[in-house]
């Protein structure tokens, strides 16, 4: 019998009944097969499927009901995984290869049949495509002023993404390109679809013994959602037993989408399920055990959201989650465990070119290690109705599945890394599929825009974050004259909370939870960022404002006083930045007879306000750190604390922790004393002003250049203990760096704000000064002094801070490619490193710009440091500083704004009997750790995105903007560049690029080089050829896109560059 072919008659309406026959090519089989399910109970089943079928197809098939609609609505009818949406870098991402569509085999076109019956009616999904995107991720890797290096995502993600609008018939020129892609289900093979009667028969009965020798799979999705997280309400009734083993059909293998190669079942039992069901905790328990499954961070690439990864757990190359189906409803962030699918499946690379969205395998800001752990329970509050995601049995599940997670020698062991080039460059890189999410870290709290769907009792909300899913909003909880005036909301921005994500829906559900305002003002815009990221900013709540003192202005009580060692009278002074309200940190050097020095750093004694356990302390270790922002900042305590109280504020008495040490000149410690004092700050200096000190020893400065300066400390006792304090910062940092250290230092933007509006007035780059320095090198002196104390007191309970050291497979390629480049860097250690990057890179204008652009590649195999308690690792080699080079740190000097330093300050208060008992546990101290570091990353990614979006407002205001710019990697069809004059990092698409007639890409080894050919402006001269590598100048012109706060580079014709 001929195959049933899946282009005829699908519109149709058979009769309701079985016994009408259907069209004479597929008579026969039907029949054979129907008569084995003659019963009512099939019937009434077949006919539910139906009804459901019609939404799936919705989603993959054209119809002329939906093609009607979409044309209405100017609505793809695609699914959102496969629409390429108006990315704000105005190019068209290389399609991931095209997918062969088969015929489907004869059940599945019989219930397409049946399913047009009531397709009319029952057509409720959505469909569109987000008008906004999220600006891309652009790495910040830079010091602290503790020392620390914070490593930014890898170079293929890092970019703010430009924005440029896509030309609507060119947005549906790509939507055609790709219609033979569906995340539905793929279609299947012909060889499959061709099956005989017989041959399905015979599928069928052996697929009835397997559903009968195990437990249904809405029993075993049940558990695993309700383990993991998922709001039990969102579970959907069971199907009949074995119905859906017996509907399933074998599919073709597809290598590029590999999650959805299963015979899924999904909980409602009525629809195809999309995504398959989680497996149950006792099969991750043994799975991660045996070393079949691996767990970690789900990280999607933001401008390629298709392409999810995870770290590999050897340090290898990332595991590769292709598309939507194989991450199975998880989130960016998300930890998830994963099954590694059969080596026939996994991902060709044909070069690094390729590779560059899983070249961002440590995950830097957004991965916070590999360990599984819980959020706190107490989170941000939440609009009425919204359950959260925290269910009763997440501890013990975490808790479980800590103790049975391999470590990366076992894990290794059962995955052998297959990133070896072959003979012809491709490599062969891991993929995998989401079986079980085991906690939910994306706050499902997304920004967008409402749609206004005709004759749907549902609104479709189009995050402006591609990586998250469109999701169903019922018109019930939109605003009141939203369905009667859609139009008006057309520029508003809402946030939305997903509440629900059923497994046979390519689209979430979600209720609004907030109107923002207007898309492209900053206020609206900051607010939506706090939400999505979960930064609580609301005010803090009468419980913990009771905490605080009540009797003001507060003083000192006199038994307190009685305590401490009193350093009023020294000669004690603040450095910060001009405006800064929140001083943690002040400094004192005195010489002594000898011709050493007496040197202080002087810290806010937080921990005497802050009390364990109480709800001031309850809400400082949930927020776990203040968060900066351009024009504002969310405090981590309440503003009578960080700005008054604990802040050092001058000529003022404060109660402080004091490190003393009695140095050489040269920097050599002869003595150290820890303990609580009282101090009294006489001037507030800001880095200019002590800058200012540095470089003008000589000088005599009238006290008009300077803030007020308390009377009993002169003008120049003060310059004078500047210039000392510099003088030893000197010799501290040689020794560092000859010991060893590492320092990678990326500029930052930073903004002059109208005081009025707090809009941009204009933007530089922030300068890493001498007076920056200085600053620097004591608070790291005190820092690590500090982490030596309590780890020698509490070798159990510490809370230290551990840099782990590069990925070795990303270095050895870094090597390789430096090697080609005849760039001459020593990657063999941190020290190595850092003397290498010093050396010189060219005697020009232009050497700082090689030194940030190679910088940046030095970056990309860095991981992030993270807080961890010493009663967890064992292994004491795990606890060192990479880029400090040293055994111990940890974080001591601002606990206005850490509460990590706030644990420290207890830990150190307990050790030398000046402070309460400790109520710590190892595994209390190391949940705090956990939380510090999963804050301390959203905080600086926050701060990013704020920066981003100040500079993409200043570009539409003060644009377009020109500037040169150097090549900082290259692609097969893009490159980066790192724009000089504001030293922000865009990516150029080739295919955007006004005027290019072609281009070619070449790649020798671990080099990529691409060859743009301008076309010809007359017919007498010939195309100008352009060659873009590594460190290449060009002109680019920043300008403002159509979308609000989006900006593209647009590269400019080299004959321009030279007349310019």
């Given at each position: 019998?001929?195959?049933?072919?899946?282009?005829?008659?699908?519109?149709?309406?058979?009769?309701?009944?079985?016994?009408?026959?259907?069209?004479?090519?597929?008579?026969?089989?039907?029949?054979?097969?129907?008569?084995?399910?003659?019963?009512?109970?099939?019937?009434?089943?077949?006919?539910?499927?139906?009804?459901?079928?019609?939404?799936?197809?919705?989603?993959?098939?054209?119809?002329?009901?939906?093609?009607?609609?979409?044309?209405?609505?100017?609505?793809?009818?695609?699914?959102?995984?496969?629409?390429?949406?108006?990315?704000?870098?105005?190019?068209?991402?290389?399609?991931?290869?095209?997918?062969?569509?088969?015929?489907?085999?004869?059940?599945?076109?019989?219930?397409?049949?049946?399913?047009?019956?009531?397709?009319?009616?029952?057509?409720?999904?959505?469909?569109?495509?987000?008008?906004?995107?999220?600006?891309?991720?652009?790495?910040?890797?830079?010091?602290?002023?503790?020392?620390?290096?914070?490593?930014?995502?890898?170079?293929?993600?890092?970019?703010?993404?430009?924005?440029?609008?896509?030309?609507?018939?060119?947005?549906?020129?790509?939507?055609?390109?790709?219609?033979?892609?569906?995340?539905?289900?793929?279609?299947?093979?012909?060889?499959?679809?061709?099956?005989?009667?017989?041959?399905?028969?015979?599928?069928?009965?052996?697929?009835?013994?397997?559903?009968?020798?195990?437990?249904?799979?809405?029993?075993?999705?049940?558990?695993?959602?309700?383990?993991?997280?998922?709001?039990?309400?969102?579970?959907?009734?069971?199907?009949?037993?074995?119905?859906?083993?017996?509907?399933?059909?074998?599919?073709?293998?597809?290598?590029?989408?590999?999650?959805?190669?299963?015979?899924?079942?999904?909980?409602?039992?009525?629809?195809?399920?999309?995504?398959?069901?989680?497996?149950?905790?006792?099969?991750?328990?043994?799975?991660?055990?045996?070393?079949?499954?691996?767990?970690?961070?789900?990280?999607?690439?933001?401008?390629?959201?298709?392409?999810?990864?995870?770290?590999?757990?050897?340090?290898?190359?990332?595991?590769?989650?292709?598309?939507?189906?194989?991450?199975?409803?998880?989130?960016?962030?998300?930890?998830?465990?994963?099954?590694?699918?059969?080596?026939?499946?996994?991902?060709?690379?044909?070069?690094?070119?390729?590779?560059?969205?899983?070249?961002?395998?440590?995950?830097?800001?957004?991965?916070?290690?590999?360990?599984?752990?819980?959020?706190?329970?107490?989170?941000?509050?939440?609009?009425?109705?919204?359950?959260?995601?925290?269910?009763?049995?997440?501890?013990?599940?975490?808790?479980?599945?800590?103790?049975?997670?391999?470590?990366?020698?076992?894990?290794?062991?059962?995955?052998?890394?297959?990133?070896?080039?072959?003979?012809?460059?491709?490599?062969?890189?891991?993929?995998?599929?989401?079986?079980?999410?085991?906690?939910?870290?994306?706050?499902?709290?997304?920004?967008?825009?409402?749609?206004?769907?005709?004759?749907?009792?549902?609104?479709?909300?189009?995050?402006?974050?591609?990586?998250?899913?469109?999701?169903?909003?019922?018109?019930?909880?939109?605003?009141?004259?939203?369905?009667?005036?859609?139009?008006?909301?057309?520029?508003?921005?809402?946030?939305?909370?997903?509440?629900n994500w059923a497994a046979d829906s390519n689209f979430a559900e979600g209720q609004l939870a907030k109107t923002l305002g207007q898309a492209g003002e900053i206020e609206p815009e900051t607010e939506g960022i706090l939400i999505e990221y979960e930064v609580d900013f609301s005010e803090f709540s009468d419980g913990v404002l009771n905490c605080l003192p009540k009797n003001l202005p507060w003083t000192i009580p006199a038994e307190e006083m009685s305590k401490r060692r009193d350093l009023r009278k020294e000669c004690i002074f603040t450095i910060d930045p001009s405006t800064a309200r929140d001083l943690d940190d002040a400094l004192s050097c005195k010489r002594l007879p000898d011709g050493n020095f007496e040197v202080g750093v002087h810290i806010a004694d937080v921990s005497y306000f802050v009390e364990e356990d109480n709800a001031l302390d309850a809400i400082a270790s949930r927020r776990a750190t203040s968060v900066y922002m351009v024009q504002k900042v969310i405090p981590m305590l309440p503003r009578l604390l960080c700005e008054e109280l604990c802040s050092l504020n001058p000529q003022t008495d404060r109660l402080t922790f004091s490190v003393i040490w009695t140095i050489t000149p040269e920097g050599k410690i002869l003595s150290e004393w820890f303990g609580r004092s009282v101090i009294c700050s006489c001037v507030k200096l800001s880095y200019d002003h002590a800058q200012s000190m540095i470089e003008a020893p000589e000088k005599i400065f009238p006290a008009e250049e300077l803030p007020p300066v308390d009377p009993m400390h002169p003008i120049d006792e003060i310059h004078q203990a500047v210039l000392n304090l510099h003088s030893i910062a000197k010799n501290l940092r040689a020794q560092r760096f000859t010991g060893g250290a590492l320092r990678l230092e990326q500029l930052k933007l930073s903004f002059t704000l109208d005081k009025e509006t707090m809009m941009p007035q204009g933007c530089y780059v922030y300068q890493y000064r001498d007076s920056n320095k200085l600053v620097e090198e004591f608070m790291l002196l005190a820092n690590i002094a500090t982490a030596h104390h309590i780890h020698k007191q509490f070798p159990q309970l510490a809370l230290l801070r551990r840099h782990p050291p590069p990925k070795a497979k990303m270095m050895d390629e870094l090597q390789e490619l430096c090697d080609q480049l005849g760039i001459n860097l020593d990657l063999s250690s941190a020290g190595a490193l850092n003397k290498s990057l010093n050396a010189s890179l060219g005697d020009d204008e232009y050497t700082t710009a090689r030194k940030e652009v190679l910088t940046h590649m030095c970056s990309r195999p860095m991981q992030m440091a993270l807080y961890f308690c010493t009663g967890v690792l064992k292994d004491e080699q795990r606890f060192k500083h990479y880029a400090l080079n040293v055994p111990f740190y940890t974080h001591f000097t601002s606990p206005i704004r850490r509460y990590a330093d706030i644990v420290v300050h207890r830990l150190l208060a307990s050790s030398l009997n000046c402070g309460p008992g400790l109520g710590l546990s190892t595994e209390e101290v190391e949940k705090q750790a956990l939380r510090c570091n999963e804050r301390k990353t959203v905080s600086k990614r926050v701060q990013e995105l704020s920066s981003e979006l100040f500079f993409g407002v200043f570009v539409k205001d003060c644009g377009p903007l020109e500037s040169e710019a150097m090549v900082m990697g290259v692609l097969d069809q893009s490159f980066d560049v790192l724009v000089l004059r504001y030293r922000v990092q865009k990516r150029v698409y080739c295919k955007s690029v006004v005027g290019l007639d072609s281009f070619r890409h070449r790649k020798v080894g671990k080099t990529s080089e691409l060859t743009l050919v301008w076309r010809a402006e007359d017919r007498e001269n010939a195309p100008v050829e352009?060659?873009?590598?590594?460190?290449?100048?060009?002109?680019?012109?920043?300008?403002?896109?159509?979308?609000?706060?989006?900006?593209?580079?647009?590269?400019?014709?080299?004959?321009?560059?030279k007349s310019n």
């Open positions: 019998m001929d195959p049933p072919r899946q282009g005829k008659n699908l519109n149709r309406e058979p009769k309701r009944t079985q016994n009408r026959p259907s069209n004479p090519p597929q008579k026969d089989a039907y029949a054979r097969l129907l008569s084995q399910h003659c019963s009512s109970k099939f019937s009434l089943y077949l006919e539910q499927y139906a009804k459901d079928k019609a939404f799936q197809r919705d989603e993959t098939l054209p119809s002329p009901l939906l093609k009607a609609q979409s044309d209405r609505q100017s609505i793809p009818q695609k699914q959102r995984e496969q629409v390429p949406n108006d990315f704000s870098d105005s190019s068209d991402f290389s399609p991931s290869s095209m997918k062969s569509k088969g015929e489907e085999s004869s059940l599945s076109l019989y219930m397409e049949k049946l399913s047009t019956r009531t397709a009319q009616q029952d057509f409720e999904r959505k469909q569109g495509v987000s008008d906004r995107q999220r600006c891309g991720q652009r790495r910040d890797t830079a010091t602290s002023q503790d020392g620390d290096v914070e490593s930014g995502e890898e170079l293929g993600s890092l970019k703010p993404y430009e924005s440029k609008k896509r030309k609507t018939r060119d947005f549906n020129k790509d939507v055609a390109s790709k219609e033979t892609e569906s995340f539905v289900g793929r279609p299947q093979s012909p060889n499959t679809a061709g099956t005989s009667g017989q041959e399905q028969e015979k599928m069928k009965k052996s697929k009835k013994k397997k559903a009968n020798s195990r437990q249904p799979e809405e029993d075993r999705s049940g558990e695993g959602q309700f383990r993991s997280g998922v709001d039990t309400r969102m579970l959907r009734p069971k199907s009949p037993p074995g119905i859906e083993k017996k509907l399933q059909q074998p599919r073709s293998s597809s290598a590029n989408s590999p999650a959805d190669k299963g015979k899924n079942r999904g909980p409602r039992g009525s629809k195809r399920p999309v995504f398959e069901s989680y497996m149950t905790f006792e099969e991750v328990s043994h799975g991660l055990k045996r070393g079949e499954l691996i767990q970690g961070k789900l990280r999607i690439n933001p401008k390629k959201y298709h392409d999810g990864f995870i770290p590999s757990p050897d340090d290898g190359r990332d595991v590769y989650l292709d598309g939507i189906v194989a991450r199975n409803r998880a989130l960016n962030g998300d930890i998830v465990v994963v099954r590694i699918l059969p080596r026939e499946q996994w991902k060709v690379v044909r070069s690094d070119t390729e590779y560059e969205g899983t070249s961002e395998s440590d995950t830097q800001k957004e991965n916070m290690g590999r360990t599984v752990h819980k959020k706190t329970t107490a989170r941000t509050p939440r609009p009425a109705g919204i359950e959260d995601d925290q269910c009763s049995d997440q501890d013990e599940l975490i808790r479980k599945l800590q103790n049975t997670a391999l470590t990366d020698t076992e894990i290794g062991e059962h995955l052998q890394d297959p990133s070896t080039p072959r003979p012809n460059g491709e490599i062969l890189q891991k993929t995998a599929k989401v079986v079980y999410i085991i906690e939910k870290k994306h706050s499902r709290a997304v920004t967008g825009f409402l749609k206004f769907l005709p004759d749907k009792p549902f609104a479709m909300f189009s995050p402006v974050d591609h990586r998250v899913p469109r999701i169903n909003v019922l018109l019930a909880d939109c605003p009141e004259d939203f369905s009667s005036r859609p139009g008006d909301y057309t520029n508003t921005l809402f946030i939305c909370r997903i509440t352009q060659v873009i590598s590594i460190f290449t100048l060009v002109e680019v012109q920043l300008k403002a896109d159509g979308a609000p706060m989006k900006y593209s580079a647009v590269l400019k014709r080299p004959e321009e560059c």
